[in-house]
């Protein structure tokens, strides 16, 4: 009854009240329609009641009438099921499974690149061991040099030798008279044709090493032996034992272009930066200079650019960093036995690294970040350090005695060691030459007919 | 394709199927650099969209991309592409971890009439910027994928489509339990691109 009241008042206005039509008034309105199973029928819709039972099966195909709930439903199943007219495809070449870079168990697919680099085989001994009767054991010379010709040479007592390193034959350059002599110092030019010799009588003489003849002389530049001798395109920078550095023009007569005054004591480390523009020069007064061509000289005597003082021991092994430009690496004698990086611009050291041996020479790996060092006392040993962590990646032993002398092949692969111990070794520390060297391996007496000539 | 109007420029189901296609590609390729699939060196920055989009340089990688959206525009054009899937699934198990979505719907009156809607260019451009940006961010929120991946790409088609020989029947790769978040979606008028990106649900964060 209370219903009735319930219905807009606009569905009563037109309407008389009777009292037995009540029901039927009611009626009308399907809004009041009352039974006894539903008596509140207000929230029921008869309209969309009935239009769904019977036209709401046609419906289905008409989204709007969906409700959002079924047709999210509907999606889903049909996803699931695979029951819309949908087609998968997947293209039937797949994209290329990523290289992996970090560590992993699965090794189906590591990435052999980096780690057969860092896992290089580096031999423990020398490849190849020449007999080298007569080397002076002094450690302040400089008795070998390999020439961008890959031609060795050597010098033993009053001679010169040449070994071909591609087919590993042996001649004589020169012998020089006992007088003049011992030979203090050897270097190739960088055409590796012509090879400056210097002698303890202060001479330096200049060889063609394919015409086998003297070129000439130099004379008068020094007081006493030349221990150091170093190319600068056609300037052959000599080092003597008076303390004198002097840069001669090979080409022209007056030969001495620059004098670089400085050390107390013998020059034994002679080096130009791979630019040609700075020169370092170690000596025995445990000083290092550097020199730079563009300080312009006056009186032809040439101020140095840095002093390095830092080595309290002789210094002979110098090598310029092929790869980081201004970068010196420089190893002290006996009583330093450590190693130092400067910045040459600078004048700075860098690094330290104390190796526990007497360094007598340095060579930086071409081709690698590492640098090679010679010792002397107690091991002998070559120590290869990886740059610039300075971890020791390998120490090479063999020789007996301090090895005194250090060499690279042109190729960067092959390292030459002369030592006291009267024997030249081929160590290929470098990494593997590409190509085998057709020559007799491991003859442990290559100089022997050359040795009979005395 | 577009002729320069004053604001808005006209757009043909070829034209339209390009954007949606080249689209895929750098997206495809943002994805890969963003989770890692690929490792970053081997991507190289162009640009497009009027952002620095990462391509990658590998070979492989690049034909299959190719390959496929060649494929793509030939069904765009057709009206029968429905959604593009890429998956990226571990190489250890193969198991689905992420699945990125993007579904398309397409203006059926225009592949069946050929007629061309019109949209300005540069609004479509800002709209596809919106999405790659996301692609980007979503860094932030996905989970890490530690091991090793490998990707590929799920076309869903018209039933009707006949299947190229390069192409064969899939799954669909689903994941079981997924987290999804949407993103933008971008609209040529013709086609209406929705993308969506499903990933496995990381057991360590507590279930909301």
Same mark, same amino acid.
């Given at each position: 009854?209370?219903?009735?009241?319930?219905?807009s008042?606009?569905?009563?206005?037109g309407?008389?009240?009777?009292?037995?039509?009540?029901q039927?008034?009611?009626?009308?309105?399907?809004?009041?329609?009352?039974?006894?199973?539903?008596?509140?029928?207000?929230?029921?819709?008869?309209d969309?009641?009935?239009?769904?039972?019977?036209?709401?099966?046609?419906?289905?195909?008409?989204?709007?009438?969906?409700?959002?709930?079924?047709?999210?439903?509907?999606?889903?199943?049909?996803?699931?099921?695979?029951?819309?007219?949908?087609?998968?495809?997947?293209?039937?070449?797949?994209?290329?499974?990523?290289?992996?870079?970090?560590?992993?168990?699965?090794?189906?697919?590591?990435?052999?690149?980096?780690s057969?680099?860092?896992?290089?085989?580096?031999?423990?001994? @020398?490849?190849?061991?020449?007999?080298?009767?007569?080397?002076?054991?002094?450690?302040?010379?400089?008795?070998?040099?390999?020439?961008?010709?890959?031609?060795?040479?050597?010098?033993?007592?009053?001679?010169?030798?040449?070994?071909?390193?591609?087919? %590993?034959?042996?001649?004589?350059?020169?012998?020089?008279?006992?007088?003049?002599?011992?030979?203090?110092?050897?270097?190739w030019a960088?055409?590796g044709?012509?090879?400056?010799?210097?002698?303890?009588?202060?001479?330096?003489?200049?060889?063609?090493?394919?015409?086998?003849?003297?070129?000439?002389?130099?004379? %008068?530049?020094?007081?006493?032996?030349?221990?150091?001798?170093?190319?600068?395109?056609?300037?052959?920078?000599?080092?003597?034992?008076?303390?004198?550095?002097?840069?001669?023009?090979?080409?022209?007569?007056?030969?001495?272009?620059?004098?670089?005054?400085?050390?107390?004591?013998?020059?034994?480390?002679?080096?130009?930066?791979?630019? %040609?523009?700075?020169?370092?020069?170690?000596?025995?007064?445990?000083?290092?200079?550097?020199?730079?061509?563009?300080?312009?000289?006056?009186?032809?005597?040439?101020?140095?650019?840095?002093?390095?003082?830092?080595?309290?021991?002789?210094?002979?092994?110098?090598?310029?960093?092929?790869?980081?430009?201004?970068?010196?690496?420089?190893?002290?004698?006996?009583g330093?036995?450590?190693?130092?990086?400067?910045?040459?611009?600078?004048?700075?050291?860098?690094?330290?690294?104390d190796?526990?041996?007497?360094?007598?020479a340095?060579?930086?790996?071409?081709?690698?970040?590492?640098?090679?060092?010679?010792?002397?006392?107690?091991?002998?040993?070559?120590?290869l350090?990886?740059?610039?962590?300075?971890?020791?990646?390998?120490?090479?032993?063999?020789?007996?005695?301090?090895?005194?002398?250090?060499?690279?092949?042109?190729?960067?692969?092959?390292?030459?060691?002369?030592? %006291?111990?009267?024997?030249?070794?081929?160590w290929?520390?470098?990494?593997?030459?590409?190509?085998?060297?057709p020559?007799?391996?491991?003859?442990?007496?290559?100089?022997?007919?050359?040795?009979r000539i005395? | 394709?577009?002729?320069?109007?004053?604001?808005k420029?006209?757009?043909?189901?070829r034209?339209?199927?390009?954007?949606?296609?080249?689209?895929?590609?750098?997206?495809?390729?943002?994805?890969?650099?963003?989770?890692?699939?690929?490792?970053e060196?081997?991507?190289?920055?162009?640009?497009?969209?009027?952002?620095?989009?990462?391509?990658?340089?590998?070979?492989?990688?690049?034909?299959?991309?190719?390959?496929?959206?060649?494929?793509? @525009?030939?069904?765009?054009?057709?009206?029968?592409?429905?959604?593009?899937?890429?998956?990226?699934?571990?190489?250890?198990?193969?198991?689905?971890?992420?699945?990125?979505?993007? @579904?398309?719907?397409?203006?059926?009156?225009v592949?069946?009439?050929?007629?061309?809607?019109?949209? @300005?260019?540069?609004?479509?451009?800002?709209?596809?910027?919106?999405?790659?940006?996301?692609?980007?961010?979503?860094?932030?929120?996905?989970p890490?994928?530690?091991?090793?991946?490998?990707?590929?790409?799920?076309?869903?088609?018209?039933?009707?489509?006949?299947?190229?020989?390069?192409?064969?029947?899939?799954?669909?790769?689903?994941?079981?339990?997924?987290?999804?978040?949407?993103?933008?979606?971008?609209?040529?008028?013709?086609?209406?691109?929705?993308?969506?990106?499903?990933?496995?649900?990381?057991?360590?964060?507590?279930?909301?």
């Amino acid at each position: 009854m209370d219903a009735g009241s319930l219905n807009s008042s606009s569905n009563l206005k037109g309407q008389s009240r009777y009292p037995l039509q009540e029901q039927l008034l009611q009626r009308r309105n399907s809004k009041e329609n009352l039974d006894r199973f539903i008596p509140n029928r207000s929230a029921m819709d008869f309209d969309y009641a009935h239009f769904m039972l019977t036209e709401g099966m046609e419906g289905k195909e008409n989204p709007a009438v969906i409700s959002p709930s079924r047709e999210a439903y509907r999606k889903q199943l049909a996803e699931a099921l695979n029951m819309n007219r949908t087609r998968i495809l997947a293209f039937k070449d797949k994209p290329p499974t990523p290289v992996e870079l970090f560590p992993h168990q699965h090794s189906s697919s590591f990435n052999p690149v980096k780690s057969a680099k860092s896992r290089r085989n580096i031999p423990q001994t @020398s490849e190849r061991t020449l007999d080298a009767p007569d080397l002076v054991d002094d450690f302040y010379l400089n008795l070998l040099d390999w020439g961008s010709s890959n031609v060795l040479a050597i010098a033993l007592g009053n001679s010169v030798y040449l070994w071909d390193a591609s087919n %590993g034959s042996t001649s004589e350059l020169v012998t020089i008279d006992d007088e003049i002599g011992p030979v203090t110092s050897v270097n190739w030019a960088p055409d590796g044709r012509h090879i400056a010799i210097g002698l303890n009588n202060s001479e330096v003489q200049l060889w063609d090493s394919a015409a086998n003849r003297q070129l000439r002389t130099l004379r %008068g530049c020094h007081r006493s032996r030349v221990g150091s001798l170093a190319w600068n395109n056609h300037i052959l920078t000599t080092g003597g034992m008076d303390g004198q550095i002097i840069n001669n023009d090979v080409r022209i007569r007056s030969h001495i272009v620059e004098t670089y005054r400085g050390h107390q004591q013998e020059v034994c480390g002679l080096k130009w930066s791979p630019s %040609g523009q700075q020169l370092a020069s170690g000596g025995n007064d445990n000083v290092i200079h550097i020199w730079d061509r563009s300080v312009a000289s006056s009186n032809s005597v040439t101020q140095w650019l840095h002093r390095l003082e830092d080595h309290t021991s002789a210094v002979k092994a110098l090598a310029w960093c092929p790869f980081q430009s201004n970068l010196l690496a420089s190893g002290g004698g006996g009583g330093d036995r450590t190693i130092k990086f400067w910045n040459a611009h600078t004048g700075s050291c860098l690094n330290s690294i104390d190796t526990g041996s007497q360094v007598c020479a340095l060579l930086w790996n071409k081709n690698e970040r590492e640098l090679l060092s010679s010792h002397g006392f107690t091991q002998n040993q070559l120590t290869l350090w990886k740059y610039p962590s300075m971890v020791k990646m390998a120490e090479l032993t063999g020789h007996t005695s301090r090895v005194l002398f250090m060499t690279q092949s042109p190729d960067g692969c092959t390292v030459a060691t002369a030592a %006291g111990d009267e024997t030249l070794r081929f160590w290929n520390v470098f990494g593997a030459p590409e190509v085998s060297k057709p020559a007799p391996k491991a003859n442990p007496e290559p100089f022997s007919h050359v040795n009979r000539i005395r | 394709m577009v002729s320069r109007t004053v604001a808005k420029d006209i757009i043909t189901l070829r034209g339209s199927a390009a954007i949606v296609s080249e689209f895929f590609g750098y997206a495809a390729n943002s994805i890969l650099y963003n989770r890692g699939v690929y490792p970053e060196e081997s991507f190289v920055k162009v640009k497009k969209y009027g952002l620095p989009m990462l391509l990658t340089q590998d070979d492989g990688v690049k034909s299959f991309i190719s390959n496929l959206n060649a494929q793509l @525009s030939e069904w765009l054009e057709a009206g029968k592409l429905q959604r593009v899937v890429l998956v990226i699934m571990s190489k250890a198990t193969g198991e689905v971890l992420e699945r990125w979505n993007f @579904s398309i719907e397409t203006d059926n009156e225009v592949v069946e009439k050929g007629v061309s809607r019109e949209k @300005s260019d540069k609004e479509i451009m800002r709209e596809i910027q919106a999405i790659m940006r996301q692609i980007a961010s979503s860094i932030t929120y996905l989970p890490c994928l530690d091991e090793p991946c490998v990707f590929d790409v799920l076309a869903y088609t018209d039933k009707d489509v006949a299947v190229p020989f390069t192409w064969i029947e899939s799954d669909a790769k689903l994941i079981a339990n997924p987290q999804m978040v949407k993103l933008h979606s971008f609209d040529t008028k013709i086609h209406k691109v929705d993308t969506l990106v499903s990933y496995k649900n990381d057991d360590e964060w507590e279930e909301q």
